[in-house]
């Protein structure tokens, strides 16, 4: 995807030089066009009402975490900066937004035509953390009308990134870190932005490389693939290989006759299987095949094995745990009769529709499996269709608001708030715990009581070892505060890695995870239930 080009310089000239140093969204969808037709009749709106200027602030977070587990890491926020980098409306977007509001006031466009994100502040958790429902992942302050545009695209650039990283590192943790993980999503995945973003954010999961070779491009991913069925099949014989030099990668000749060696090494086995029946029949079709893909990558050859019989060596079908401890078996024996050192160690990738499910019954039964080629069931997220982030007004002019259900998970937690992480003794992360701004942070050392946001009864005290403050400022607006820097997707992927070796086992296990502790300071507590009573309507028997 091509990255769409920088806004016009406005007269703010500090944001212009931001959004330069930030770039461009990946995809160029995502413009200030993408968001839902609401949002502008809200804008509108508060534009009549003269309140478009009130100072607004949103926190966008989610409820409940995906895939029945009790984690979840975050991703999307470059998206979202260069997108709030780039927000500028063309005289193209201007056209089309009178013609599709065409009762409202022509001073309206006028005001779209001037507004951009230099009075907009983004205060984030960084990308690659572990997260947990209800505490922001990201804040924004700014004028209302501006920053409830930027609801959707928000939402939209969140929801999937953090859905897809999560899968990807749930698949990290039950493959283990010895394996290789290679995302092979992009023909499953929902259209071409899609498998974009689910080849950067598994690769960010903890993903090794992708097939993917535009995101390779895009983003440095590593690229990894072998070939498929119709390449094998395409051959008869050994006498379809016209050029039969093997050479090196500077172009020196290895072998002037490979074939003929290839025949020779094939009759030495067939001698021996006579002898022990350790490696099974050959077909010519096959040996053709791998034979002219080893001319072509002599120093990178991977075999996909299992076009007319699965024997071993990309399998793609068939019992994968005991054909890979089969085709381990054969290498081993080819080296210790032929004398070939470190042909037992022969790397046995597998593919074939699998998941996190089918890897973690591979472990159980036993496998020589070194990678695993993952496609559908990963990018698709087939198991969970959405996380479910939400973007909710928690403050407007200094005055916190609160939003309230009959489903208490659906309360909103008000005013703007900083997020603290607390360590434990042993390293660990014991809960996250949500303070007004008002209030002095946390210290390493002292008792703090974390109450649950809503039950009463559930409350402890705390005595932190480290405490971390979570939020960071993204996009400092007119504020002046120093802006942290969008690192790069490698460091992003170290992030996660080191975030869920911290997190204790039993959160991130796969079959009854224990869940993290997310609260609210006693003062947070006492102001959430005040305003509650205050805003809930008081019902009259009659």
């Known amino acids: 995807m091509a990255a769409t080009s920088a806004p016009a310089a406005n007269a703010n000239g500090s944001h212009a030089s931001a959004a330069a140093r930030v770039g461009a969204p990946t995809n160029p969808m995502a413009t200030a066009l993408l968001t839902d037709q609401y949002q502008f009749s809200m804008a509108y709106a508060y534009?009549?009402?003269?309140?478009?200027?009130?100072?607004?602030?949103?926190?966008?977070?989610?409820?409940?975490?995906?895939?029945?587990?009790?984690?979840?890491?975050?991703?999307?926020?470059?998206?979202?900066?260069?997108?709030?980098?780039?927000?500028?409306?063309?005289?193209?977007?201007?056209?089309?937004?009178?013609?599709?509001?065409?009762?409202?006031e022509g001073a309206f466009f006028g005001y779209l035509r001037e507004i951009d994100c230099s009075d907009?502040?983004?205060?984030?958790?960084?990308?690659?953390?572990?997260?947990?429902?209800?505490?922001?992942?990201?804040?924004?302050?700014?004028?209302?009308?501006?920053?409830?545009?930027?609801?959707?695209?928000?939402?939209?650039?969140?929801?999937?990134?953090?859905?897809?990283?999560?899968?990807?590192?749930?698949?990290?943790?039950?493959?283990?870190?010895?394996?290789?993980?290679?995302?092979?999503?992009?023909?499953?995945?929902?259209?071409?932005?899609?498998?974009?973003?689910?080849?950067?954010?598994?690769?960010?999961?903890?993903?090794?490389?992708?097939s993917n070779v535009l995101a390779g491009n895009l983003f440095g991913i590593p690229l990894r693939g072998t070939h498929s069925h119709a390449f094998v099949s395409s051959f008869m014989s050994l006498d379809d290989i016209p050029d039969k030099t093997l050479k090196s990668k500077d172009g020196s000749r290895v072998c002037n006759d490979f074939v003929s060696l290839v025949?020779?090494?094939?009759?030495?086995?067939?001698?021996?299987?006579?002898?022990?029946?350790?490696?099974?029949?050959?077909?010519?079709?096959?040996?053709?095949?791998?034979?002219?893909?080893?001319?072509?990558?002599?120093?990178?050859?991977?075999?996909l094995v299992d076009t007319y019989d699965a024997s071993g060596i990309r399998l793609d079908s068939g019992d994968l745990a005991y054909l890979s401890i089969e085709a381990r078996k054969v290498f081993c024996a080819i080296e210790k009769d032929f004398n070939v050192p470190g042909f037992g160690k022969m790397i046995i990738t597998?593919?074939?529709?699998?998941?996190?499910?089918?890897?973690?019954?591979?472990?159980?039964?036993?496998?020589?499996?070194?990678?695993?080629?993952?496609?559908?069931?990963?990018?698709?997220?087939?198991?969970?269709?959405?996380?479910?982030?939400?973007?909710?007004?928690?403050?407007?002019?200094?005055?916190?608001?609160?939003?309230?259900?009959?489903?208490?998970?659906?309360?909103?937690?008000?005013?703007?708030?900083?997020?603290?992480?607390?360590?434990?003794?042993?390293?660990?992360?014991?809960?996250?715990?949500?303070?007004?701004?008002?209030?002095?942070?946390?210290?390493?050392?002292?008792?703090?009581?974390?109450?649950?946001?809503?039950?009463?009864?559930?409350?402890?005290?705390?005595?932190?070892?480290?405490?971390?403050?979570?939020?960071?400022?993204?996009w400092p607006g007119k504020s002046n505060k120093p802006r942290a820097e969008l690192p790069s997707l490698e460091k992003i992927r170290s992030r996660c890695m080191q975030q869920l070796e911290k997190l204790r086992p039993d959160h991130i296990r796969r079959l009854n995870p224990t869940p993290y502790k997310v609260s609210v300071s006693a003062k947070l507590y006492d102001f959430i239930h005040y305003l509650w009573l205050n805003e809930a309507p008081v019902g009259e028997l009659q």
């Not at 695209?153 to 999560?166: G, Q, R, W």
């Open 120 to 210: 907009v502040e983004v205060y984030a958790i960084p990308e690659g953390s572990v997260v947990f429902p209800k505490v922001p992942l990201i804040r924004v302050e700014g004028p209302v009308a501006v920053v409830q545009l930027l609801e959707t695209p928000f939402v939209n650039l969140i929801n999937y990134a953090s859905l897809v990283t999560t899968n990807a590192a749930r698949h990290r943790h039950v493959a283990g870190k010895s394996k290789v993980l290679l995302e092979f999503g992009l023909r499953r995945a929902q259209g071409p932005d899609g498998a974009i973003s689910a080849s950067k954010y598994c690769f960010m999961g903890g993903f090794d490389a992708t």
């Open 47 to 104: 534009w009549k009402a003269g309140k478009h200027a009130d100072r607004a602030v949103f926190d966008l977070y989610f409820r409940k975490n995906p895939f029945g587990g009790e984690f979840t890491v975050f991703a999307g926020l470059e998206e979202c900066v260069k997108f709030i980098a780039n927000f500028k409306f063309t005289e193209d977007d201007i056209t089309f937004l009178q013609s599709v509001m065409p009762t409202c």
């Open 350 to 474: 597998a593919s074939n529709d699998l998941n996190e499910e089918t890897i973690d019954a591979l472990n159980k039964q036993g496998h020589e499996v070194d990678a695993f080629g993952i496609g559908t069931y990963l990018v698709t997220c087939y198991s969970q269709a959405a996380l479910g982030c939400v973007f909710k007004l928690v403050e407007i002019n200094s005055k916190p608001r609160i939003k309230l259900s009959e489903d208490v998970a659906k309360v909103s937690i008000p005013c703007k708030k900083r997020c603290f992480r607390l360590y434990g003794k042993e390293g660990y992360p014991l809960v996250d715990i949500m303070i007004r701004e008002s209030e002095p942070s946390p210290k390493a050392g002292e008792r703090i009581l974390c109450r649950h946001p809503f039950i009463e009864s559930k409350r402890a005290y705390v005595v932190p070892q480290h405490v971390e403050e979570l939020l960071q400022c993204y």
């Open 263 to 303: 025949k020779e090494w094939l009759q030495k086995i067939q001698v021996a299987d006579s002898l022990s029946g350790a490696f099974g029949e050959t077909n010519q079709s096959e040996l053709a095949a791998f034979a002219s893909y080893a001319l072509a990558f002599p120093s990178n050859f991977l075999a």
